[in-house]
């Protein structure tokens, strides 16, 4: 017996070994409590614009203006014709953006929302009115590529004129393919502008710089103007943002 009572305390005692090959969690996407609520806005209205057929994507952010809710994202994000629909995703759940507004010289793109996100806000239209000077903080969230939903912070490092176009923001902060098309914030939720690429250096060998992030400003953006025709073509009850 007491034999028997030895044999059993081993047997349950002993570790357990287990036979199968080992497959981590899915990683789970937690906000730490020191968060900004700004930053929690900013990364809950981050979309994923993804392109039809070729699979490509951008990144955008989830607005509302007036009664009115928008996608804002770069232009070469979404470069087809007028009334083309993207797939606009957070998370789980995706609904189809209409492109209603598209300007190539500044890099801004408008797409219309018409089944609104369930699970996720939009943030308010909120545009800064200046250009945001050398210092300002910033934030940002975006899917660089092969990456789920990520959130950056940096400042503003100075400003560039582009050919044709005017002054533009340099970041310091982070970017990647797949960032394109996110909006930038600073810390009062407000606008920035648009992100739409890295820094490359032509000498001597083409060299992408991640840390130096080119930004068209939101002044660049004139909403009224933007849904002027979606407004104008638009079939039932008019939005308020249209009257």
């Not at 937690?30 to 981050?46: C, F, L, N, Q």
């Not at 934030?139 to 050919?163: C, N, Q």
């Not at 890295?198 to 992030?213: A, L, R, S, T």
Request: one cysteine or more; charged letters at 20%; glycine letters at 10%.
């Amino acid at each position: 017996m007491k034999f028997l009572t030895l044999l059993m305390s081993l047997l349950f005692s002993a570790p357990v070994y287990a036979t199968t090959t080992y497959k981590p969690r899915v990683p789970v996407a937690t906000v730490d409590s020191s968060m900004s609520g700004a930053e929690k806005k900013v990364r809950e209205a981050a979309v994923r614009v993804t392109v039809p057929f070729s699979g490509g994507h951008g990144s955008g952010s989830y607005i509302q203006y007036k009664d009115l809710h928008l996608v804002i994202t770069a232009q070469h994000v979404t470069s087809g014709k007028l009334g083309t629909s993207y797939l606009i995703s957070h998370k789980d759940e995706s609904h189809l953006g209409i492109l209603i507004y598209a300007d190539p010289i500044s890099d801004i793109a408008v797409l219309y929302v018409g089944n609104h996100f369930r699970l996720i806000k939009p943030i308010k239209f909120n545009p800064r009115e200046d250009i945001a000077g050398a210092g300002t903080e910033i934030i940002y969230s975006g899917f660089p590529s092969d990456h789920k939903l990520m959130s950056f912070t940096g400042r503003v490092a100075g400003h560039e004129d582009a050919p044709g176009i005017g002054e533009h923001i340099i970041l310091q902060t982070y970017g990647w393919f797949g960032c394109s098309g996110a909006v930038i914030y600073d810390h009062n939720a407000r606008l920035v502008g648009i992100l739409y690429g890295v820094d490359v250096e032509y000498y001597p060998d083409i060299q992408v710089q991640e840390n130096m992030i080119w930004v068209v400003p939101i002044n660049k953006l004139k909403i009224q103007k933007a849904i002027k025709p979606f407004c104008n073509g638009y079939q039932g009850k008019e939005p308020k943002a249209c009257k």
